[in-house]
């Protein structure tokens, strides 16, 4: 029988923190949204417990996810991400962060925010929000959007019913608890 996060998480030095303290709760500010991205993309291929043990090198690479001055990054600021060995040090993923930044920075233009541009788009269905993510984002997959928006609150599945987070995060009332979600939704 499969061991669920709710169940794995609890007790241990780095998924108990993430899972009781942040894994599905809504994020609003730009920032947080941004370092989440990053550190979704950035998972792929690897665990996230990898990615949980370099957060705290990630966020010292990426000046605390701040988006307007990793959007403001250029060659030499790529070449000590590359050259950094407390990050994942991927090309394609380096590359991918910065130029979200700057597609953060454009959403804001529309939306004001990455949440708001993230809220004008809900709710939708898991796959046609990685249809609008493919069309928006670099990097980002079916995995890596689906986790994004349940780690984040604009997806369901983060915690089950019976774990005792799920009540604190469904008291701050989610973006997938507001709206019921319709697979027909384009």
Partial sequence: MAVTY????PGHPFHGP???GEYGFPLRRDDELFERLVLEINQ???SWLTILRKR????R???GFDVERVAAYGDA???RLLADAGIVRNRLKVDAAIDNARR???LRAWHGSFAGWLDAHHPRSKEAWVKLFKQTFRFTGGEIVGEFLMSTGYLPGAHQEGCPVFARVAALGPPWMRQPLTPATP
């Fill in 6 to 9: 709710c169940e794995a998480a």
């Fill in 77 to 79: 600021d790529r070449a």
């Fill in 104 to 106: 953060i920075l454009a």
């Fill in 56 to 59: 705290e090198a990630f966020r």
């Fill in 44 to 46: 792929a291929g690897l």
């Fill in 61 to 63: 690479a990426f000046d």
């Fill in 18 to 20: 993430y899972h009781d």
